[in-house]
């Protein structure tokens, strides 16, 4: 059983479209992760988050603590947006992070 | 900006050899990590270490080792690379375990 799941596996979307990925976890959490993964491996932090909500630019994260749930929103979004998007979880003792298994996005022109 | 450097990106070995992953980061953290990942998996937690010299398994050490002479490097080692053991490897480091993990480029092993 994973700690973290999200959804959609595979995502597909034409240019400009607005994107959602969800991330549900089953541990306690001291924060919540969201990265992404271009095509050649290195992986980039885009947000960190507790509660709320945060913005940067196109993306937008939200996070429900008493849900256990996550939502990584991209508007109008672009091919260059096609990575993967993976979720992690801070675990409450120890600091270790969950991972989900990704969501692959493509986005054509 | 924080640099985690992994020595290969690609790296052909052959059963039975001994590997060895190298990682280092310039940002004088104390935390690092090794992590495989592997399609429909996720990444997984191999070993990690809060300090020079400290080491901790983690979901799957089985088949690794680790070594953590210096603050900067920390080196995955496959003592008897095995054909289950071609993976993408991931080395992370942080600041503080509750900060967040800044990760390599990855090395993409093939054990034929």
């Known amino acids: 059983k994973n700690e973290v799941e999200q959804s959609p596996q595979n995502l597909t979307a034409q240019e400009g479209e607005f994107i959602t990925i969800n991330c549900s976890y089953s541990?306690?959490?001291?924060?919540l992760h969201w990265l992404q993964q271009h095509p050649g491996g290195g992986i980039v932090s885009l947000f960190m988050l507790s509660s709320g909500k945060k913005k940067h630019g196109r993306l937008i994260a939200t996070i429900n603590i008493q849900e256990k749930h996550s939502s990584l929103h991209i508007t109008a979004s672009h091919p260059r947006d096609s990575a993967v998007y993976i979720c992690a979880v801070r675990g409450s003792t120890l600091g270790r992070l969950y991972f989900g298994r990704g969501t692959q996005l493509t986005v054509w022109p | 900006d924080v640099k985690v450097t992994q020595s290969s990106r690609y790296l052909v070995k052959r059963t039975g050899e001994k590997v060895f992953l190298e990682c280092v980061q310039d940002m004088d953290h104390e935390n690092m990590f090794w992590y495989r990942q592997d399609p429909g998996l996720g990444l997984r937690l191999i070993y990690f270490s809060y300090d020079v010299k400290m080491k901790e398994k983690g979901d799957i050490p089985e088949g690794y080792s680790v070594s953590r002479e210096k603050k900067e490097r920390f080196s995955l080692i496959l003592e008897s690379a095995s054909t289950n053991q071609t993976s993408m490897y991931l080395c992370?480091?942080?600041?503080?375990?509750?900060?967040?993990?800044?990760f390599g480029d990855g090395t993409r092993l093939s054990i034929l």
């Open positions: 992370a480091s942080s600041r503080g375990v509750y900060q967040p993990q800044h």
């Open positions: 541990v306690g959490i001291s924060a």
